[in-house]
C-alpha cells in the first residue's frame, strides 16, 4: 500500500487549502482514513478521520467547523479542505489508512497500518 499526499502549500492566515491524499495497492475493501499532522518540535497529533461509507467523521477540536474531510472510494483518494487557517495550523500533514470492518473510529496514530510521506502547510500571519 501507498498513500500519495499532495496539496500543501504556502497561505496567509485565513486562506484555505484542500490537501488530498490517493491510495493505491490496497488490498482490502474497507478501510477508514485519516490525516494528522506534526508542527516542528511537537508530536504528531490526530486532525481528522472518516469511515469506509463517509457516513462516520471525526475532527480534532482545534479544527472543528474549519476543517472539512471527504472521501471518493472510486478514486481511492481522501481529501482534507482546509479554511479560516491559523498560523498554529502550520505542521506537515499525513494521511493515514487504517484495515477495519468496524465503524469506530481511530484517533491515535499507532491504530493505523499505512502512512503517506506527508505534505507541508505553512500558513503567515
Known amino acids: 500500500v501507498q498513500l500519495q499526499a499532495s496539496g500543501g502549500g504556502l497561505v496567509q492566515a485565513g486562506g484555505s487549502l484542500r490537501l488530498s491524499c490517493v491510495a493505491s495497492?490496497?488490498?482490502?475493501?474497507?478501510?477508514?482514513m485519516g490525516w494528522f499532522r506534526q508542527a516542528p518540535g511537537k508530536e504528531r497529533e490526530f486532525v481528522s478521520t472518516i469511515s469506509w461509507s463517509g457516513a462516520y467523521v471525526n475532527y480534532a477540536d482545534s479544527v472543528k467547523g474549519r476543517f472539512t474531510i471527504s472521501r471518493d472510494n472510486a478514486k481511492n483518494t481522501v481529501y482534507l479542505q482546509m479554511n479560516s487557517l491559523k498560523p498554529e495550523d502550520t505542521a506537515v500533514y499525513y494521511c493515514a489508512l487504517r484495515y477495519t470492518t468496524g465503524s469506530r473510529l481511530a484517533l491515535r496514530p499507532d491504530e493505523y497500518n499505512y502512512w503517506g510521506q506527508g505534505t507541508l502547510v505553512t500558513v503567515s500571519s
Open positions: 495497492g490496497i488490498t482490502f475493501s474497507s478501510y477508514h
